[in-house]
């Protein structure tokens, strides 16, 4: 079983910065793509951004510029950096990691943008 801790988000100010980060572990799981969903409410998860072990990245279109996902394979820790966030921002976002094509995901941390 792979489990993932999350840490970050919070409340800022539109146009404010912040970073999330999320740290898999799980002995002999080989993690392969790790990433950021966001479901706000309402409406259904989505992709905010992903990155393979490799480092192909993947952004959502509502993101790109903005938000710069990175990764530590070494630490199996992904990380998001959030810059000029947005009201539309306000989600839960979710750490979510690929390992043998099945998809573990993490608790949730709350972000909200306020104006």
């Known amino acids: 079983q792979v489990q993932l801790v999350e840490s970050g988000g919070g409340l800022v100010q539109a146009g404010g910065s912040l970073a999330l980060s999320c740290a898999a572990s799980?002995?002999?799981?080989?993690?392969?793509?790790m990433g950021w969903y966001r479901q706000a409410p309402g409406k259904q998860r989505e992709l905010v951004a992903d990155i393979t072990q490799g480092g192909s990245i993947n952004y959502a279109d509502s993101v790109k510029g903005r938000f710069f996902i990175s990764r530590d394979n070494a630490k199996n820790t992904v990380y998001l950096q959030m810059n000029s966030l947005k009201l539309e921002d306000t989600a839960r976002y979710y750490c979510?990691?690929?390992?043998?094509?099945?998809?573990?995901w993490g608790q949730g941390t709350q972000v909200t943008v306020s104006s």
């Open positions: 799980g002995n002999g799981y080989n993690i392969n793509a």
């Open positions: 979510a990691a690929e390992s043998s094509l099945r998809y573990y």
